[in-house]
């Protein structure tokens, strides 16, 4: 199973971006799938996450400005920033708790994308 990111790129403050992230491979279902960030020389953390249900929690940072969806039919999760400020420039991965039987799940990782807010 692999998770495919892209979307990243360069961007001036106050502007939106979407990144994707699509699972590919054999697996029974996904459970819950994830954004996070990591900044230069700061520790990995959580942006977004969401339930297969579609119910989504933030990270306080981007609460209010970023919104997290995604397709169970194209195992596709999303990540929609609007009014990017540069202390959001980082790598963003993808995550997913992906099933192989009902009961025999893991976490995957993406390779990461790149996001830089900057003027």
């Known amino acids: 199973v692999q998770l495919q990111a892209s979307g990243g790129g360069l961007v001036q403050p106050g502007e939106s971006l979407g990144l994707s992230c699509a699972a590919s491979?054999?697996?029974?279902?996904?459970?819950?799938m994830a954004w996070y960030r990591q900044a230069p020389a700061k520790q990995r953390e959580l942006v977004a996450t969401?339930?297969?249900?579609?119910?989504?929690k933030y990270g306080n940072s981007v609460e209010g400005r970023f919104t997290i969806s995604r397709n169970n039919a194209k195992n596709t999760v999303y990540l929609q920033m609007n009014s990017l400020v540069p202390e959001d420039t980082a790598v963003y991965y993808c995550?997913?708790?992906?099933?192989?039987?009902?009961?025999?799940?893991?976490?995957?990782w993406g390779q990461g994308t790149l996001v830089t807010v900057s003027s």
């Open positions: 995550n997913a708790n992906v099933y192989e039987d009902m009961w025999t799940g893991r976490a995957i």
């Open positions: 491979g054999s697996f029974y279902n996904i459970r819950s």
């Open positions: 969401i339930t297969a249900g579609g119910s989504a």
